[in-house]
Nanobody, 126 residues
């Protein structure tokens, strides 16, 4: 089992920045993929950014490319999402996902066997 705990959400004005953190525990040494997804009420969860934990690749949705950066601290088993130039449309509940399967599949699409955190709310006001 892998446990994920997100933090760092909050409220910010448009143009501002936030950094989300996702700390992994449990069988964290076996994680091969970590990603950030977001969801608004009545909508499906959508992929924002993801990475392969071996450092080989990062992935971004077009809507956040150039504004968001995903990174990892292997020593701390933590993944970060630096969000700059935030827009009101970035408002959502943000979830961290992890997976141990190789290959996992499309990096910005939820997988049936992803582990999930509890989510952290990001609210961007105009």
């Amino acid at each position: 089992q892998v446990q994920l705990v997100e933090s760092g959400g909050g409220s910010v004005q448009a143009g501002g920045s936030l950094r989300l953190s996702c700390a992994a525990s449990g069988f964290s040494y076996s994680i091969s993929y970590m990603g950030w997804f977001r969801q608004t009420p009545g909508n499906e969860r959508e992929g924002v950014a993801a990475l392969d934990t071996d450092g080989s690749s990062t992935y971004y949705d077009a809507s956040v490319k150039g504004r968001f950066t995903i990174s990892q601290d292997n020593a701390e088993n933590t993944v970060y999402l630096q969000m700059n130039s935030l827009k009101p449309e970035d408002t959502a509940m943000y979830f961290c996902a992890a997976n141990v399967r190789r290959p996992r599949g499309a990096p910005l699409v939820p997988a049936f066997d992803d582990y999930w955190g509890q989510g952290t709310q990001v609210t961007v006001s105009a």
